[in-house]
C-alpha cells in the first residue's frame, strides 16, 4: 500500500533563516506530487507541483521553492523566512495526469518567530 | 468572488442529525474532491465525483454539474464527525485544486 511521510512534524524557526521540508512517498511510482500551505485562519493554497523528476511548477510567487530530486522525494525551501511563512504545511500525491485523488500527508506545522 | 463558496461556514448539530454542507463555484471542472480535516491539521480525501451521487458509509456526496453545485451529507452524525470538511474542485484538465475555505462542523453528543 502506499504511504505519505512528512518532516519534520513541528518546526520553529526565526526570521531569515533558511528552511527545509521533506515529503517522501512510498508503494507507488512516478506520482505527481504537491505542496500546500494552510495559514492560520485562512484556506488551502496550491503553492508547487510537481509531474515528473525535475519538473517544478510554481503557483504563487513567493520566497520558496521546491525539488524534486528523485520519483519519489519532494522539497519544499526558503533561503531566508519571513513571518508570513507561517503556516501548515501539506504534502500529497496524486497517481496520474488529471483530476484523480490526491492523498496527503501528516503536515508540518511551520512557525516563524 | 471567491470561486468556491461553502455554506454554512459553521455548523453545530447534535448527534444524530442529518447534515448537509453546500459547496458553489465559479470555475469549470473535470472532478470535485471532498475533504475531511481533523483537528490536528491531517486531510483525508472523501470522495472525488464529477457526475451523479456517492455514497461511502454514512457519507454521501452529490454534484450538479450544470449548476455548479456540490453537496455533502452525513446521515446519523456522530462526535467523531466532528472535523472541517473542503470541497475542492479541480479546475478541468488539469491536477489542480481550488479550496473552499471550509464548513467546521462540530457534533455534539
Known amino acids: 500500500s502506499q504511504t505519505i511521510h512528512q518532516w519534520p512534524a513541528t518546526l520553529v524557526q526565526p526570521v531569515g533563516s533558511p528552511l527545509s521540508l521533506e515529503c517522501t512517498v512510498e508503494g507507488t511510482s512516478n506520482p505527481n506530487l504537491y505542496w500546500y500551505r494552510q495559514a492560520a485562519g485562512r484556506g488551502l493554497q496550491l503553492l508547487f507541483y510537481?509531474?515528473?523528476?525535475?519538473?517544478i511548477s510554481s503557483e504563487v510567487p513567493q520566497n520558496l521553492s521546491a525539488s524534486r530530486p528523485q520519483d519519489r522525494q519532494f522539497i519544499l525551501s526558503s533561503k531566508k523566512l519571513l513571518l508570513s511563512d507561517s503556516g501548515f504545511y501539506l504534502c500529497?500525491?496524486?497517481?496520474?495526469?488529471?483530476?484523480?485523488?490526491?492523498?496527503f500527508g501528516p503536515g508540518t506545522r511551520l512557525t516563524v518567530l | 468572488k471567491n470561486e468556491v463558496e461553502q455554506s454554512p461556514q459553521n455548523l453545530t448539530a447534535q448527534e444524530g442529525e442529518f447534515i448537509t454542507i453546500n459547496c458553489s463555484y465559479s470555475?469549470?471542472?473535470?472532478?470535485l474532491h471532498w475533504l475531511q480535516q481533523h483537528p490536528g491539521g491531517g486531510i483525508v480525501s472523501l470522495f472525488m465525483?464529477?457526475?451523479g451521487k456517492k455514497k461511502h458509509g454514512r457519507l454521501i456526496a452529490t454534484i450538479n454539474i450544470q449548476e455548479k453545485h456540490s453537496s455533502l451529507h452525513i446521515t446519523a452524525s456522530h462526535p467523531r464527525d466532528s472535523a472541517v470538511y473542503i470541497c475542492a474542485p479541480t479546475q478541468g484538465g488539469s491536477e489542480k485544486l481550488v479550496f473552499g475555505k471550509g464548513t467546521k462542523l462540530t457534533v455534539n453528543p
Open positions: 500529497a500525491w496524486s497517481k496520474g495526469a488529471g483530476a484523480d485523488t490526491q492523498y
Open positions: 470555475v469549470g471542472i473535470s472532478a
Open positions: 510537481s509531474v515528473g523528476i525535475g519538473q
Open positions: 465525483l464529477s457526475s
